[in-house]
């Protein structure tokens, strides 16, 4: 990620310390999920789309490169698409990527840390057997 997109970031989140979890931030940003749902009528699931549309829109152009460059992103992706139960679309995929890169760029903000890929891939499991993690 450059300096434009974390300006970015920052410019549309404001002051992180007024966020006490990373799912507020999901939630400004429209990314949380919703059930269309009307009595004994279940329609889809999908995103609601209720927050900023310009943080949506930067991460999601964040996470393409990402996606398409980044080891670990697209180990991510690939097994989000080709898992046995409940495998994701594409587009699925990306917006669950998507909110993944939010609750990162939160925590790093946060607590001050450097990123590190190899507690990314631990935090999920079967991805390690995707990308090997190297020491």
């Known amino acids: ?19 006490q979890h990373p799912r507020q931030l999901q939630k400004l940003a429209g990314l949380n999920l919703k059930e ?18 310009q943080l949506r829109a930067l991460l999601y152009k964040v996470i393409r490169p ?12 690939m097994y989000d698409t080709t898992r ?18 939010l609750r990162i760029m939160f925590v790093l903000a946060r607590k001050e840390v450097d990123f590190d890929m190899n507690k990314m891939m631990k935090a999920t499991p079967l991805c390690s057997q995707i990308l090997p993690l190297t020491a």
């Open 36 to 53: 269309n749902r009307s009595g004994k009528h279940r329609g889809k699931t999908r995103i609601t789309k209720r927050g900023r549309p």
């Open 66 to 77: 990402l996606v398409a460059k980044n080891q670990a992103f697209k180990a991510l992706h």
């Open 1 to 19: 990620m450059g300096i434009a997109t974390v300006a970015g970031f920052f410019a549309e989140v404001g002051d992180l310390s007024r966020y």
């Open 84 to 101: 046995q139960q409940n495998p994701l679309r594409k587009q699925q995929s990306l917006i669950a990527l998507c909110c993944r890169l």
